[in-house]
């Protein structure tokens, strides 16, 4: 059974991190891409970031740019989004994802899920 498992979601104040972990079983997903996505409450789900199988190539929304890290460790199979400057607007759940790389950027429908991890940012 494959699987994606995020972990670190929480809540913080505004202008304070978090790091969220993705860690995926069941199968090697070092050779997909991965992505990270969020919906926030009465909105549809939107993409935040994405990085390549060998994590060469990284991908953010204008909204998290210069404050979000993507980041992935395929020895563990694990993607990683280091969340820094948080924002209330950042509040939301967050998904994980993998495919392949033009699934999981903007715009793209990722095969495999996870469950969510939530985020809320106070003011």
């Known amino acids: 059974q494959v699987q994606l498992v995020e972990s670190g979601g929480g809540l913080v104040q505004a202008g304070g991190s978090l790091r969220l972990s993705c860690a995926a079983s069941?199968?090697?997903?070092?050779?997909?891409?991965r992505g990270w996505f969020r919906q926030a409450p009465g909105k549809e789900r939107a993409f935040v970031a994405a990085?390549?199988?060998?994590?060469?190539?990284?991908y953010y929304a204008d909204s998290v740019k210069g404050r979000f890290t993507i980041s992935r460790d395929n020895a563990k199979n694990t993607v990683y989004l280091q969340m820094n400057s948080l924002k209330p607007e950042d509040t939301a759940v967050y998904y994980c994802?993998?495919?392949?790389?033009?699934?999981?950027?903007?715009?793209?429908?990722?095969?495999?899920w996870g469950q969510g991890t939530q985020v809320t940012v106070s003011s």
């Open positions: 994802a993998a495919d392949d790389l033009p699934e999981v950027i903007s715009g793209g429908t990722p095969s495999y």
């Open positions: 069941g199968r090697t997903f070092s050779s997909y891409a």
């Open positions: 990085i390549s199988w060998s994590g060469g190539r990284t």
